[in-house]
RNA sequence: GGCCCUAUCGUCUAUCGGCUAGGACACAGCCUUCUCAAGGCUGUAAGCGGAGUUCGAUUCUCCGUAGGGUCACCA
């Protein structure tokens, strides 16, 4: 391990704005961000926007809001790459300089696919090829037999790279600890190739697996949600999606699986992270998501609920009702629709139905009234359900089964 | 295909050579008349295969197998 311990820890999280923020985006986020508030460091974020033709504006914001939502903030100013790119270009002429990159014009670099794009020149670092050797905090020693002999550095139209920019921003940045996704395993040793012949230091570096889709495949849009705020807008706690986030690929050894943001931070350990890739289990999540709501206050645990509720087909449309599962468990139908009538008076009144379920038996009741209002086999309480719909439509609900329950005994 | 990473219940994982392999989610069954969700209890379920090291391997080494990543003037 290169790094050296007396100096702070400074991580970052380095999105590249051409998507919306994808879960596995936001757990390399997460990670750093616990493990500089462990080590009582800086966590910031940089905005890897040299690819003009794929960067939008709108994804910057999304990856933004969603970081922000999880509680994940910058310690220091946003950076853009994009406003970096005389800084790129200084570096590439030094190289130059020192003999160890040249300028190609584009028509004469064979090994690439692209085809000409102009006058302008692209400039490539010359490099041996030899064997690079690197520690993994989570992997231990990772070792390449070659590097490319040629590293493109500074694209035709003057923009640099991704692993030129990278390996500058780094520096320039003082990144202690490169903490970011196993797919950037194969970058580290052209990076490092880069970095050594810039003069830098090298970071500590450590790769954290993949989040897989069911199916053990790469996450992707037609696997459901992966973008993290179609969550939010589910109705999920950001307080459950840290946590889950978190124990996916990592856990502190003990049993404890709910936790909060303050807990991961004093509990984190890199050295802890799962070696294999984890799929994002929505079970799972909905229960972690679960916990988290029964430790919010009651009046906010009900905002919520109704809120969830909003978009289920009973409440849009009209429920359709089998009469045989109007009777709560052995319960008659005669009795059942007395008791309906008894319900919708007191609905109509204004009465307490609940006191007056405790009075003629509470399944008895209180089954029929919300089945007759949802016509679903599980949904929140019928008092829930009577707050939400308001007297009119209840009614009209109540009514329906009545006359249902009548027909039946016919 | 080359290079690289990984491999314990269906899923997330514990185990840092001694295991009757533990927990959680999910699933199944039972209980709970404060409806359903919930809650309680119980149960089913795992060390990829083959060598080696060792008194002893899930744990260490090697080979195989499988999965994943990466091979751009994308990031």
Redesign the pocket.
């Known amino acids: 391990m290169s790094a050296d311990n007396r100096n702070q820890v400074i991580v970052r999280i380095?999105?590249?704005p051409?998507g919306n923020l994808h879960v596995g985006t936001a757990r390399t986020a997460l990670f750093n961000y616990l493990f500089a508030k462990k080590h009582d460091g800086k966590f910031l974020i940089r905005i890897?926007?040299?690819?003009v033709k794929?960067s939008e504006k709108k994804y910057e914001k999304n990856i933004l809001e969603g970081l922000e939502w999880l509680g994940i903030t910058s310690d220091v100013p946003i950076i853009h790459?994009s406003k970096r790119t005389e800084v790129y270009k200084k570096y590439a002429e030094e190289l130059i300089k020192k003999g160890l990159a040249y300028e190609?014009?584009?028509?004469?670099?064979q090994?690439?696919?692209?085809t000409?794009?102009g006058m302008k020149k692209?400039v490539i670092l010359k490099n041996p090829k030899r064997e690079i050797v690197f520690t993994d905090v989570i992997?231990?020693?990772?070792?390449?037999?070659d590097t490319p002999e040629e590293i493109?550095i500074l694209?035709?139209?003057g923009?640099?790279?991704?692993?030129f920019?990278v390996v500058i921003d780094d520096n320039d940045m003082g990144i202690t600890h490169v903490i970011r996704g196993?797919?950037?395993?194969?970058?580290t040793p052209r990076q490092i190739v880069l970095l050594e012949a810039l003069g830098f230091n090298r970071p500590v570096y450590a790769?954290i697996?993949?989040i897989?889709a069911?199916d053990?495949?790469?996450l992707s849009k037609r696997h459901g949600a992966v973008s993290l705020l179609d969550y939010r807008d589910n109705g999920y706690l950001p307080e459950a999606m840290v946590n889950y986030l978190a124990?996916?690929?990592?856990?502190p050894?003990t049993?404890q699986?709910i936790f909060i943001m303050q807990e991961l931070i004093e509990q984190f350990d890199l050295g802890?992270i799962?070696?294999?890739?984890?799929?994002f289990?929505e079970?799972?999540f909905?229960?972690v998501n679960?916990e988290h709501m029964k430790r919010l206050p009651e009046a906010e645990q009900r905002k919520i609920l109704l809120k969830s509720i909003e978009n289920e087909p009973y409440i849009i449309g009209e429920p359709e009702l089998e009469p045989a599962k109007i009777p709560?468990?052995k319960n008659s139908k005669e009795r059942t629709a007395e008791l309906l009538e008894g319900a919708e008076k007191i609905i109509e009144e204004g009465g307490d139905l609940l006191a007056y379920a405790e009075r003629e038996?509470?399944?008895?009741v209180?089954?029929p009234v919300?089945y007759a209002l949802t016509g679903a086999?599980?949904?929140?309480?019928?008092?829930t359900i009577l707050e939400f719909f308001g007297k009119e439509k209840s009614l009209s609900r109540l009514k329906k089964a009545i006359i249902m329950l009548k027909n039946e005994q016919i």
């Not at 890897?48 to 690819?51: A, G, I, M």
């Not at 190609?104 to 670099?109: A, I, K, M, P, Q």
């Not at 923009?159 to 692993?163: D, I, R």
């Not at 038996?361 to 008895?364: H, I, M, V, W």
């Open positions: 380095a999105p590249s051409t890897e926007d040299t690819d794929r790459q190609v014009r584009s028509g004469e670099f090994s690439g696919k692209s000409w794009i692209a992997r231990g020693e990772i070792k390449f037999e493109v694209k035709s139209d923009t640099p790279t991704y692993n920019a196993e797919d950037h395993i194969s970058n790769h697996p993949m897989l069911p053990r495949s790469k124990l996916l690929g990592w856990n050894g049993e699986e802890k799962q070696k294999g890739g984890a799929i289990d079970k799972k909905q229960w679960k709560w468990k038996g509470k399944g008895d209180l089954w919300r086999e599980s949904s929140p309480d019928p008092l």
